[in-house]
T-cell receptor
């Protein structure tokens, strides 16, 4: 069975702090794909990043970075120098076939 | 490209009423799906389709029907609405088969309230 766990239900930080959102996944497949999505207060779901199981390189995009570790089945997301606009619910998702499995989400609140 | 277009944005139903949520995509995606989002439960898959004429059940299919007569359209039907179906519904699509690395593209959601 496939499963995605995001143990942090809610996180609050003050602007300019760094914050890491955890994602742990379970799958028996050797080929799979991991995704992060952002859901701002306006409600739409925005795709942020994709990573395949064969590529363990970390990725940085501006203030965002992702750390993929197969040994611990984790795909964590770090926001550096957080801003109020980062306030959102963030979902981690796994795909190893047709369907996607989503974690329950982490609500991030960045306070000014 | 409009992407994934989902209508209506808001809907209020009385218990027992029926309705159809519309979803259309213009990206020629084979895969289309419907999710419901409830507080603390993330996104749960209702039904999905991997091509015209092919549909299958997801995690929470009871009370919902779907059909896929064209590649572009994937409507979701509530046959007899119940208060437990109060939720936010998202339609999403992606490439599949040779491109499992393709992300899901989401519509903007429908907020449904059943009284």
């Amino acid at each position: 069975a496939q499963k995605v766990t995001q143990a942090q239900t809610e996180i609050s930080v003050v602007e300019k702090e760094d914050v890491t959102l955890d994602c742990v996944y379970e799958t028996r497949d050797t080929t799979y794909y991991l995704f992060w999505y952002k859901q701002p207060p306006s409600g739409e779901l925005v795709f942020l990043i994709r990573r395949n199981s064969f590529d363990e390189q970390n990725e940085i995009s501006g203030r965002y970075s992702w750390n993929f570790q197969k040994s611990t089945s984790s795909f964590n997301f770090t926001i550096t120098a957080s801003q109020v606009v980062d306030s959102a619910v963030y979902f981690c998702a796994l795909r190893s076939g047709q369907n996607f499995v989503f974690g329950p989400g982490t609500r991030l609140s960045v306070l000014p | 490209n409009a992407g994934v277009t989902q209508t209506p944005k808001f809907q209020v139903l009385k218990t027992g009423q029926s309705m159809t949520l519309q979803c259309a995509q213009d990206m020629n995606h084979e895969y289309m799906s419907w999710y419901r989002q409830d507080p603390g439960m993330g996104l749960r898959l209702i039904h999905y389709s991997v091509g015209a004429g092919i549909t299958d059940q997801g995690e929470v299919p009871n009370g919902y029907n779907v059909s896929r007569s064209t590649t572009e359209d994937f409507p979701l039907r509530l046959l007899s609405a119940a208060p437990s179906q109060t939720s936010v519904y998202f339609c999403a699509s992606s490439y599949t088969q040779s491109s499992y690395n393709s992300p899901l593209h989401f519509g903007n959601g429908t907020r449904l309230t059943v009284t």
